[in-house]
């Protein structure tokens, strides 16, 4: 089938995630028929730098045989087992060890499931189940974000705080959102420090409001993701963790899926900001992309009270802990281990590029070009000293993307927000590249846009 071929199929016969499905069957799909390394290729050959990982998923690229080999073997040897009714497999064990190996000391424990969303579904069970056991059942509301991302299962989605999303379905009634720690987008004339604290303190005023007693747990991604590379200002995980910390018995889960597995240059988030989750949503990221797999580490308070108490935990998927894809989990985090790739990216690549991303913030479209570890992002504006968008609708985003991929580099639009997680595997050379791509981006809009 050629090019025009494959669309029109496509057109007649598959729904996209988040797509506007009438644009799309206007417009064709961009057809990727190939990968290597850092980059990927479409049906007419056409190159680019992945900026985006895959889906933040791809943190060692796309050539990793170890990877895609420990899968073909596993297939060929046990393609699939389940590990309900007290049976198990040994590829899930030595995964379940290896997590335990590499997750914050006071995480022991894992449920597997085969994605993001799932596993925080999984969360909400979980932590049912603890206040249930805990014999405090009135503990019942979480505590969430506006604009947060968790997956777009209706647990995942009523977790997430956006808008849009919302506006489509009908939300668990036990969860609640508060501010949002964007301060180019929302802190007014606060300093960051001070809007951090401020964002912080939201949750305490939370808690007050519902009562301490009614409140199960609060749910934070370490940085939004998908919500624009929100990086929250320094104050604000260290008041988060007063806040908690003065109650003593609120459940904090951070949702790691995309900055786990090494992203800010230490394995995770949590790590980075010196927090101790009792719960952890992981994803994308644990087989490099490879295979489906997702869970959520369990903290020993949490767990030793599910594991010592009798009877049975009534959740599960088939597909938990999957023999192929906790074989992919297994090479990813052999390679992650053996060739240093966190250890040089909190070295190497995230001060270069947070160097390199800075020299951005000169551009006339550009309010703010913030990075942590590897990922980065650019708000785009009209006029930098009030930070006003071109528009209400935040059309530049897209225009913006579609000339960076039109000139060889993958950037996501989130409104306004232009957005890079690439590849951690990424040398200083192709750091280069990528910022000198997303400058030429950065040009064409503002030509565009005049
Ligand atoms: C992608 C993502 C999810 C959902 O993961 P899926 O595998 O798509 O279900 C959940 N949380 C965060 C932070 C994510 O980025």
New binding site residues.
Partial sequence: MNKSELQQQDREHLLHPFTDFHELGEQGTRVITGAEGVYITDIDGHKMLDGMSG??CCNLGYSRREISDAIYEQLNTLPFYNSFFQCTTVPSIELADALAAVAPAHMNNVFFTG????A?DTNLRIIRRYWDLMERPEKRIVISRKNA????TIG?ASLGGMSGMHKQFQALDYIEHIQQPYWFGEGGDMSPEEFGVYAARCLDEKIQELGPENVAAFIA?PIQ??GGVIIPPETYWPEVKKVLDQYGDILLVM?E??FGFGRTGEWFGADYYGMQPDLM?F??AVTNGYFPL?GTMVGDRVAEVIKAKGGEFTHGYTYSAHPAACKAGLATINILRNEKIIENVRENTAPYLAKRWAELADHPIVGEARSLGLVGALELVKDKSSRARFDDKCTAGGVCRDLSIKNGLVMRATGDTMIIAPPLILTKEQVDELVEKARRALDDTAKALA
Avoid: C, F, R
């Avoid at 994605?115 to 799932?118: C, F, L, Q, T, V």
């Avoid at 991302?149 to 777009?152: N, T, W």
């Fill in positions: 889906l933040w994605s993001g969303s799932e925080n991302y968790h997956g777009s995942g991604e993701g998908a949702d899926v995309i949503t994803a994308k997702g």
